[in-house]
Each structure stands twice: as C-alpha cells, then as structure tokens.
C-alpha cells in the first residue's frame, strides 16, 4: 500500500534517520523477539491484539521522502513530528549524573535523588529549553528505562500483579495514546509529547502518518463504521486489521536527541532493538513547536 500525505517530520537530517516498512503483523504471525540484558534472558511477550511493525526496513524514496518531509507548511503540534538535539549545556548536567551506569530504574531514580544540586540545574535549564518551545505550560510525564534489544517498549504496568518478574510482561504492540475524555474528533486537541534519549545507543521512534481523522476516513471506506462502534478506544485494532500494508515509519533518535510526537493523534511505538544497553527517557507533555 502506498503512504499517503499526512503527519509530516521536520529534521535536518531526516534522509540519515528515517526508514520506511510495508506495515504491520499480527505479534502470532511473526517470530517472536528475544532480549537478553545482564542475567535476564526472555522472550518478548504481547497482549492479545498486539500488532508489530513488520521487519522489511528499508530507506524510503525520493517521492516517499516529498510525502513525509515537513517544508513549514501548516506546522502545528497535532500533524508533525520534529527531531533535535538538547543544548550542551544540558547534556553535560545529565552527564554529571553519571545515568549510564544505571543497570535498573531503581538505579537510575536513585541517582536523581542522590545529586540534588546537579538536579536543579538541570530542571532549570530544562524548564528554559522547555518554555521556548512549548505554545501551552507543559508538564513532566516521566523518567523511565526500557530494555535493549526490545521490539517494541510500551506496557500497560497497571495490569501486572505486585512483584512481578519478566514472565508476567506483555507488550502492547503499536498503539495510540488516550484519555477518559478523549474522542476520535479530539484527539488533535491533545498536544503532544517531547522524549529525550538518555541511553548510550540510539533508540526508535516507530509510527504511521496518518492522524485520526485520515485513518476515520480510511476505515469509513471499509466498513459501516456507526454499526461497529468504531471509536477513539479500538480505532488502533479496526484500522491494524483492515489496512496491514500501510507503511510504518521509524525515525533514529540518536543519544541527547528528541523527538517530538503527537501521540494521542497517530498511532505508534518505540524500540530499541538491536541495543545491548539499558534504554533511559525522560518525556513531557505539552504543545511543542519548533
């Protein structure tokens, strides 16, 4: 299936971090992955429904590349992702930190506890950066860590049992952001999110360029959409099942790098696969704009 114009990237580099598939798979239909990090050794399990980005990257064409490339046309937090690096100055505060030696969340909340002063040049250093690309107040979503070698990194850990272990995680799969109080025709009112790679490797941010509205449309075509109920909560399975050949888009975000996304407007997912080391983000939500 050919990609449509949509969310568009605005990148200065976008030809040397973007990759391009045929689509997505049911998780029961492809081999399943397997992450392996200093003692723990598993294979990535997925909820029921989950669908992965099918594994055929490839770098997109030169008309590809014209439907995907931001040129400052109607730029707005909802319809366009945007990449960059964090300012020095910033990235030599996390490096006092030392978060690359982390080999656990635990670890790494610890170091943020333990180095108050470096933490309050960082927050305001951040909240500087922060405030002058944000149209709206943002606030701070997390701190979090992912494992390398993950296909894909989203879990829902309100599902989990106290003291899980491994065995108990269940991936989403490719996904769309949400609130209680979000519809479909709301969605773009969300703002989005800014997530900064921490880690020592690249990390990946996978999604589709569709908002959903055009993925609304798209399945309006298909099916009696008022019949099925189609709706903000299972929009994500209708549209994974009806149009499996439409192409997902990954885009690298190399160490100290951003990306900003509009995650509750496009459906997506992160990775770290093919990484050895612990994967560490910080993430904000809010109306970004660069």
């Keep these: 299936m050919q990609l449509k114009s949509g969310i568009k990237i605005y990148s200065q580099n976008l030809d040397d971090i973007l990759k391009i598939n045929s689509g997505t798979i049911h998780h ?50 909802y319809n366009s992702v945007f990449t960059g690096e964090i300012p020095l100055k910033i990235q030599n505060i996390f490096d006092e930190l030392d978060l690359h030696s982390a080999h656990s969340e635990v670890d790494l909340l610890e170091k943020f506890r333990n180095n108050s002063d470096s933490v309050g040049k960082l927050n305001s250093e951040l909240n500087d950066f922060l405030e002058n690309i944000s149209l709206v107040p943002f606030r701070f979503m997390s701190l979090a860590t992912n494992y390398p070698n993950s296909e894909i990194v989203s879990l829902d850990k309100r599902k989990l049992p106290a003291n899980y272990t491994v065995e108990d995680l269940q991936y989403i799969g490719i996904h769309k952001d949400s609130s209680e109080k979000m519809t479909l025709h709301s969605a773009h009112k969300c703002g989005n999110r800014l997530t900064i790679n921490l880690g020592q490797q690249s990390r990946y941010l996978l999604f589709m ?37 439409y192409p997902m888009l990954r885009v690298e975000q190399k160490p100290y790098h951003y990306y900003i996304a509009p995650t509750d407007n496009c459906f997506h997912d992160g990775s770290t696969l093919g990484n050895t080391s612990l994967d560490i983000v910080i993430t904000y939500l809010g109306k970004f704009v660069i």
């Design 28 to 77: 029961s239909h492809q081999s399943p992955n397997e992450i392996i990090f200093k003692d723990l050794k598993f294979i990535q399990k997925y909820e029921p429904e989950a669908h992965l980005p099918k594994r055929d990257w490839r770098s997109p064409n030169k008309e590809e590349i014209k439907l995907i490339n931001g040129e400052n046309q109607n730029k707005k937090d």
């Design 209 to 245: 360029n569709l908002s959903m509205i055009q993925a609304y449309n798209m399945i309006k075509e298909k099916i009696d959409v008022k019949e099925n109920n189609v709706n903000n909560k299972n929009i994500t399975s209708f549209f994974l099942k009806l149009f499996p050949d």
